[in-house]
């Protein structure tokens, strides 16, 4: 309900302005609407949107996964960290842009290489959160599974992974936010579809109405990624917690 | 194939164990610590809180590997183990934290040890969800299920009220009474010890030292009331005196001198 009162207001507010800023600055919402309507009878829309969200699909689980293993090891091993960390430090701190125009000159203008430049720009991003999760890891519970022999897989599964459930799910959130960005820049500079690659050729255009179009789509494909399958898992993943009442 | 005389055997020769504290002082925890526990023995280290107690069990369970010495443990090893604190995963039903350690345990072996534990009722409950004791046993019936060659009990029933100590004592005795396993218990608490153990080993406060060792003949079952406090007189007599001799009545023998402390 205090959802929905949020969302009125933000449409008032964009009518509003919309009104004073004329339809060539910030087109209202209406004219928005009617333009992804238009997009998604040609059936482009639909395509752009796929285009972008598996590549946003890719660079997000390869981020996350590669991120996971180096945080943890990074978290636990004392060397790991000594040596990543300088690296981690300068992964964070490179531009995204850098990284993509690198990634597109090293890797040529190819698919892999805008995945890959998501994925390192999303990555030093996870590292830092799942280390931080591998610090904490309680070590009461660590001596625990080494004194009954846990196997390696057993171990990860179930004393790490739910200790880190809340750290990935920050990540994620974080993430996928951040990943999907910085795939419309990569498909801006490099790619030949897409929504980012259609947002650049809007802006050739000056047409705001179709920018906005393409962006309010794909936020609403990301607000149904979180809300039907980021939460459920994180509620599965909290059942065990007594719940606050 | 082993020496037949070593079978399940737990020899511990603790020669020295020192700890760092934040500030860089080191200070010696343990300090000649020797002592046996046959095959399918139990045996209670008995001391004064902050001795050393755990230290020890910690050492035995390859926990703290930094001391001078040597640990063998029973050749094939399998190691149960409770803990001060339950530690069982809160993410995870009590039924779920037993089977994860003991993934090959039959329904029927599990059955039995919830039904002797009470804790039939608790298999579908978290951790979270349960009292301190009831924690205390799921973390037994952990320890148990592995079908241990060695069990290590760190004061399985501190903070625990009277009534219910001495029902997990209870159940804690019939346990280690129907199956065979060496197993060293830990506590502060002396009866708790000559009601569970076949065999006490008094330590001294730190740098902790075995001061005596006593044998208790009398099968657990059988141990009366009045002899519990006939043991529990004659050693509190010898921990006060320090070099008291073995009282007559009691079926003690000082292994070491406690002279040297």
Known sequence: MVRLISLALFLAIWWLASL???????PGPEKVLSAIAAQAQTGDLFFQLGVTLARVLAAFTIAMIAGTAI????????????IGDPLLIVLLNLPALVIIVLAFIWGGLTEIAGVLAVAIN????????????????DLSLVEMARVFALPRGKFLLH?????????????ARSGLSLVWKIV?????LGRPNGIGFQIGVAFQLFDVTLILAYALAFVVVILLIETAVVQPIERRASRWRIRAT | ??????FG???VRIAHKAFTAASGERFDVLRDVCFDIGNSEVGALVGPSGCGKTTILRIIARLDTDFKGTVERPLTGRLGMVFQEPRLLPWRTVEENVRLVAPGITAEALASLFKILDLEAHRLHYPGELSLGLARRAALARALAVDPDLLLLDEPLVSLDEALAGRLREQLAALIESRPITTLLV??????????????FLLSPRPAQIVAEIPLTTPRSARSEQEIATIIGEVTRRINGRTAPPGPSADSIAKHDATDL
């Open chain 2, 187 to 200: 506590t502060h608490d002396l009866e708790e010890a000559i009601r569970l153990a076949d065999r006490i």
């Open chain 2, 9 to 11: 055997q737990l020899e």
């Open chain 1, 122 to 137: 999303k990555l030093p991003n996870t590292v830092v959160t799942v280390r931080e999760g591998a610090r904490a890891l």
């Open chain 1, 20 to 26: 004073f800023a004329g339809p060539q600055m910030l």
């Open chain 1, 71 to 82: 945080g943890l090891l990074m978290g636990r091993v004392m060397v790991a960290d000594r």
């Open chain 2, 1 to 6: 194939m082993r020496p037949a005389g070593e």
């Open chain 1, 159 to 171: 004393v790490v992974f739910p200790q880190l459930a809340p750290y990935l799910a920050a990540a």
């Open chain 1, 184 to 188: 419309l820049i990569v498909e801006l």
